[in-house]
């Protein structure tokens, strides 16, 4: 009798610590037909990754008690066209991280998402998604950055997440000062109240070697009026030095609901270089995306962007090396995409 008390008691304790626990495995299966006429030539293709990055993740948290959590997020990308690692230098290229979380915010320490790219659902009307993402002009300077410490914090609609990267560049390593090359201190606050949110971010880069900073501040937001849900966005980035840049980037855009499974989607972005002559570039777009349940959709888009004589994105003819441009200038983008998407 007591030994069956004594087993029912291990067990108990044994399923609350359990209970106490939690791994999930997650996913994105997603891919599609393109079809792009950059002006030089024509392609059509199959495209992994339009509406959302394919990738398989686990996270998973264990209550330490007091209102205390470790947490952890392992998540690695790849295309689903031809089955291949994402990045073959690094397995968990999309997130990896460690931390611990609290009433008192967010500790995390690993690879994460920069500002821009983790901000981006709340200013860019197609969420950095299809046709019309808005990286195909805004400068996002990578989506995620190594090496990071961050402290996320958010309460009654104010949001916010303070970065830092360490350079890890030998000999040239100090947290602070001019010789802190390849470092990244980054940080975004937001407020989000009913149909209102907005968000500020600003990211500088000390490039390796440290001759040069890249700076970038965006602002942006949406409302959602019901019918439509309005969306802009301004950046500004500054290199000085060697590379020198100054660009302006503008976004304006919205989605609205078709029926109770469909959302249209359109945008407009513009790209303003203040330091080359004729270098601008816009882009118009248009999408669709049709839920068929809640982790199945089918989605649709077409962008058309346009360069000034001297800009080439999207249309830059390189030589073998993948650096020297040979060809390009003053070329058209048309893209076109239709596909499938499935999360687990």
Same mark, same amino acid.
Request: proline residues 1%; charged residues 15%; hydrophobic residues 40%.
């Given at each position: 009798?007591?030994?069956?008390?004594?087993?029912?008691?291990?067990?108990?304790?044994?399923?609350?610590?359990?209970?106490?626990?939690?791994?999930?495995?997650?996913?994105?299966?997603?891919?599609?037909?393109?079809?792009?006429?950059?002006?030089?030539?024509?392609?059509?293709?199959?495209?992994?990754?339009?509406?959302?990055?394919?990738?398989?993740?686990?996270?998973?948290?264990?209550?330490?008690?007091?209102?205390?959590?470790?947490?952890?997020?392992?998540?690695?990308?790849?295309?689903?066209?031809?089955?291949? %690692?994402?990045?073959?230098? #690094?397995?968990?290229?999309? %997130?990896?991280?460690?931390?611990?979380?609290?009433?008192?915010?967010?500790?995390?320490?690993?690879?994460?998402?920069?500002?821009?790219?983790?901000?981006?659902?709340?200013?860019? #009307?197609?969420?950095?998604?299809?046709?019309?993402?808005?990286?195909?002009?805004?400068?996002?300077?990578?989506?995620?950055?190594?090496?990071?410490?961050?402290?996320?914090?958010?309460?009654?609609?104010?949001?916010?997440?303070? %970065?830092?990267?360490?350079?890890?560049?030998?000999?040239?390593? #100090?947290?602070?000062?001019?010789?802190?090359?390849?470092?990244?201190?980054?940080?975004?606050?937001?407020?989000k109240t009913g149909p209102f949110d907005v968000v500020l971010t600003h990211q500088n880069i000390h490039n390796n070697p440290y001759t040069t900073a890249t700076k970038m501040t965006l602002l942006g937001g949406n409302y959602n009026f019901g019918v439509v849900k309005l969306f802009a966005a301004y950046a500004q980035e500054k290199?000085?030095?060697?590379?020198?840049?100054?660009?302006?980037?503008?976004?304006?855009?919205?989605?609205?609901?078709?029926?109770?499974?469909?959302?249209?989607?359109?945008?407009?972005?513009?790209?303003?270089?203040?330091?080359?002559?004729?270098?601008?570039?816009?882009?118009?777009?248009?999408?669709?995306?049709?839920?068929?349940?809640?982790?199945?959709?089918?989605?649709t888009s077409y962008a058309q962007l346009t360069n000034d004589a001297n800009a080439s994105y999207k249309t830059a003819v390189y030589a073998a090396d993948g650096k020297t441009q040979i060809g390009g200038w003053g070329k058209d983008d048309k893209l076109f995409n239709i596909g499938v998407r499935h999360s687990f």
């Open positions: 009798m007591k030994k069956s008390l004594i087993a029912l008691a291990v067990l108990a304790a044994s399923g609350a610590a359990m209970a106490q626990s939690s791994v999930t495995l997650y996913g994105v299966a997603d891919v599609g037909i393109a079809h792009e006429d950059n002006g030089s030539a024509t392609t059509t293709r199959m495209d992994a990754g339009n509406l959302n990055g394919n990738r398989w993740g686990l996270k998973g948290s264990e209550d330490l008690g007091g209102g205390l959590k470790a947490i952890f997020t392992l998540e690695a990308g790849f295309s689903l066209d031809t089955g291949a %690692q994402a990045d073959a230098a #690094s397995f968990f290229n999309r %997130q990896s991280f460690v931390g611990v979380s609290s009433n008192f915010g967010t500790v995390k320490l690993g690879r994460q998402m920069n500002p821009v790219y983790a901000t981006a659902s709340t200013w860019d #009307s197609f969420g950095d998604a299809l046709a019309g993402d808005s990286s195909r002009l805004f400068s996002y300077n990578g989506s995620r950055t190594n090496n990071m410490v961050s402290y996320n914090y958010s309460a009654n609609g104010f949001y916010g997440e303070l %970065q830092y990267g360490l350079g890890e560049v030998a000999g040239n390593n #100090s947290i602070t000062g001019d010789n802190s090359a390849g470092r990244t201190a980054a940080m975004f606050v937001g407020y290199t000085l030095g060697v590379g020198a840049k100054d660009q302006k980037d503008a976004h304006i855009g919205l989605t609205a609901p078709v029926g109770t499974a469909g959302t249209v989607e359109l945008s407009y972005l513009n790209k303003k270089d203040d330091l080359v002559s004729n270098a601008n570039a816009h882009q118009v777009a248009i999408g669709y995306v049709h839920n068929l349940s809640k982790r199945t959709a089918l989605y």
